[in-house]
């Protein structure tokens, strides 16, 4: 069992940055991915980016890839995600999330098990 916080969300006009950060708890996470996803309103969830927690490997969404980086903070067992260069289709609930994806699945959030509550983003002037 892994218990996810997200923490981070706000409020930020375009071109800035938040820094996103999930906690987690409960079962050591070497074994598994850590994946961001979002969900706009009236849009379906869709991947952002995750990391393997043993070897560090990162996935990014094509929509995110040189805007966003992820990663991993072992000391205190947490991902987190760095949004740069914001713009305001990024605007949704970020979801922090643990599974053992194949490489191929990386991006289906159908292999993710354990979810955090989520945190909003919204990118506005």
């Known amino acids: 069992q892994v218990h996810l916080v997200e923490s981070g969300g706000g409020l930020v006009q375009p071109g800035g940055s938040l820094r996103l950060s999930c906690a987690a708890s409960?079962?050591?996470?070497?074994?598994?991915?850590v994946a961001w996803f979002r969900q706009a309103p009236g849009k379906e969830r869709e991947f952002v980016a995750s990391l393997r927690w043993s070897g560090g490997t990162t996935y990014y969404a094509n929509s995110v890839k040189g805007r966003f980086s992820i990663s991993r903070d072992r000391a205190i067992s947490a991902v987190i995600l760095q949004m740069n260069s914001l713009k305001s289709e990024d605007t949704a609930v970020y979801y922090c999330a643990v599974g053992r994806p194949i490489v191929s699945a990386m991006q289906d959030s159908r292999m993710y098990y354990y979810w955090g509550q989520g945190t909003q983003v919204t990118v506005s002037s």
């Open positions: 409960g079962s050591p996470l070497g074994s598994y991915a």
